[in-house]
């Protein structure tokens, strides 16, 4: 019997660079849709970290998966590689593609971005180092040699109170703003919760609509006995050094 080591899914949102890098001077998102909202400290990993991270799993011979291959591991009965990692990043701002993509191509290696659609500028934006700017459908369009894209709602990641639009919206409005991110997306039925956070009534919409995969931010791996529309996800933040990012691994 083969043995089921499972994987690890990793998060990332921006990705920077250390000199010059002054949170006092951070003034939050900049996005298509006409909202507001800061990007917590700690979702900003250093440009000089995240490439020792990746370094590591390419000396350690880790395949980095695609979303078809944990599709068919959980659904067609296919084994992945015994050091499988799958790497996420959310949100989708320009330092993904000046500072995380090179990395990546680098290294021959594969990633997912989950976007939000009305999060995604027509043209591309000049980039800022005092705000997240998100990217054009050009420049996913540039990346698609090392990225997937898949569904982070249309307009759904916004917070509205103590709450998300996700958990205050009905379902009749979900769906629909989830079907529009899916035309364009690159791989369907695949769906991360904004900001991580949803109810149980979110997991069951998304079961009547065949959402094969769902990711969280709650830590751990992922093996066969994981619900697959509460996928495990461990955030890499700021502050890890590469031993913390080894013990993710673990």
């Known amino acids: 019997m083969t043995k089921d080591n499972g994987f690890h899914t990793l998060l990332y949102h921006e990705i920077v660079n250390k000199e010059g890098y002054d949170r006092n001077k951070y003034k939050g998102i900049k996005v298509k849709q006409d909202y507001e909202d800061i990007l917590p400290e700690e979702l900003f990993a250093f440009k000089d970290e995240f490439e020792k991270q990746m370094e590591y799993l390419y000396k350690n011979n880790y395949t980095t998966l695609t979303l078809n291959q944990v599709i068919d591991y959980y659904y067609n ?30 290294y021959n290696f594969h990633a997912v971005g989950f976007l939000v659609k009305d999060w995604i500028f027509d043209e591309k934006e000049p980039n800022k180092d005092n705000y997240s700017v998100c990217l054009s459908k050009e420049e996913l369009d540039e990346m698609k040699d090392v990225f997937e894209y898949a569904n982070h709602t249309k307009s759904m990641h916004t917070r509205q109170g103590d709450k ?5 919206e009905d379902k009749e409005k979900f769906i629909n703003d989830y079907i529009s991110c899916e035309k364009c997306v690159t791989t369907e039925k695949v769906f991360a919760y904004p900001f991580g956070i949803y109810d149980q009534r979110n997991i069951e919409w998304l079961k009547e609509i065949g959402v094969l995969l769902a990711f969280t931010t709650d830590n751990g791996v992922n093996n ?23 013990k993710i691994l673990q």
């Open 77 to 106: 009965n296919k084994p992945l590689p015994e050091k499988s990692v799958l790497l996420t990043f959310d949100d989708l701002y320009k330092s993904l593609l000046i500072n995380a993509y090179p990395v990546l191509k680098k």
């Open 164 to 168: 998300t639009a996700l958990q205050k």
């Open 224 to 246: 066969l006995k994981t619900n697959t529309l509460e996928l495990r996800r461990d955030t890499v933040i700021q502050n890890y050094d590469l031993d913390d990012f080894k």
